[in-house]
C-alpha cells in the first residue's frame, strides 16, 4: 500500500460543517464566543481535521481554498448565478480556518484565477502519476470524475461523520457512468448547483443509456441522427 496524501477541500468542508451545526438552531449564540464572533464552521472544520489526524494518520495532508472569481465566469457569466450567497457570518470565519491549518503548520494552497477543484484535480493527478495514494476529502460531488485506481473521493453521508470513500466501482453504482464519464454526464444533466443548463429532456437515465452506448458527449453527437 503506499503513502496517502490526504486533500481536504476547505471551502466545501467549510460550507458542510457551518449548515450541519446551525440547521435548525435558528442563528442562536451556541455558536459564538463571549465578543459575538461566529464559530460554527470553525468549530466543525477543526473537528473533521482532528477526526483524521487521529484516526486516520495521513502520511501527507493538504488543505486547498477556493480564491474567489475564476475563468468559469469569464467563459460563462451565468454561472454559478443562482446559487445563494455565503452567510454572512460564515464569511469571517473563512480567514480563522485559513489561520488554523496554518497554525497546525498544514500545507494550504490556493490559486487565484481557479477553484479549489482545479488545484485538487492537479495535485491528485500529479500525485497518483508518483505511485502515491490520494484521498480527496469533500462535500462536492463533481470530483467524483477524479477517480481512478490510486484517487478515491470522499463524500459526507447524512452527516460529515458518516463519510463514504468512492472508488471506481462505487462511482458507477451511484451514477451510472464511469468517473471518466462525469463531465459528459454533467454536461448531459445538468447542474443545478451551478447553473448549468444541460440538455432539455435528458435526465439521469437517459444520459446513462446514452454514454453507455455511445461512450462520451462527442460521441453522442456524432450519432444524433439515431437517436429519437
Known sequence: MPPILYLLDGHALAYRSYFALTRGSGGDDRWRTSSGEPTAGV????SVLLRILENERPDYLIVVFDTGRTFRDDLFP?????????????IPQIDRI????DVFNIPRLEVDGYEA???????????????LGVKIITGDRDLLQLVEERISVSLPGRSLSEAKDYFPEDVYTYLGVRPDQVVDFKALIGDKSDN???VAGVGVKTASALLAEYETL???YSNLDELK
Open 43 to 46: 468549530f466543525g472544520f477543526a
Open 78 to 90: 451565468e454561472y454559478k448565478a443562482t446559487r445563494e450567497k455565503m452567510p454572512e457570518d460564515l
Open 98 to 101: 485559513r489561520q488554523l491549518v
Open 117 to 131: 477543484d482545479d488545484v485538487l484535480g492537479t495535485v491528485a493527478k500529479r500525485v497518483a502519476q508518483e505511485g
Open 196 to 198: 448549468i443548463p444541460g
Open 218 to 220: 462527442d460521441g453522442v
